[in-house]
């Protein structure tokens, strides 16, 4: 099923993240954890955990199920800005 196949993005992307400290095994520098952009997003990750939850719980409270890509797109964008701004 779709569900079982999208379970192994995370799964996949663990993966790579724990073989990235293999000696063993050149990666590259894109999974390397002291990359800037990782180190923020790690940062951040917490608060956008604590946000995502009450954001889209209110829209579909105001709007119902959360369909189109415009409708997530401004989600995502919110709850980034929340996060941000918040953190």
């Known amino acids: 099923s779709a569900s079982r196949i999208m379970a192994l993005v995370p799964c996949v992307g663990t993966g ?3 073989l ?3 000696d063993r095994l050149a990666l590259p520098s894109i ?3 002291k990359n800037p952009i990782f180190v923020y997003f790690g940062k951040l ?3 956008i955990y604590l946000w995502h939850w009450p954001v889209m719980a209110y829209y579909r409270y ?3 199920d959360i ?3 415009l409708a997530t797109a401004g989600i ?3 709850i980034l800005f929340l996060s941000i ?3």
């Open 16 to 18: 790579l993240v724990v």
């Open 20 to 22: 990235s400290f293999s």
């Open 31 to 33: 999974l390397d954890l």
């Open 45 to 47: 990750s917490y608060s």
């Open 62 to 64: 105001l709007y119902g």
């Open 67 to 69: 369909d189109g890509y």
């Open 76 to 78: 995502t964008f919110l």
């Open 85 to 87: 701004i918040t953190y």
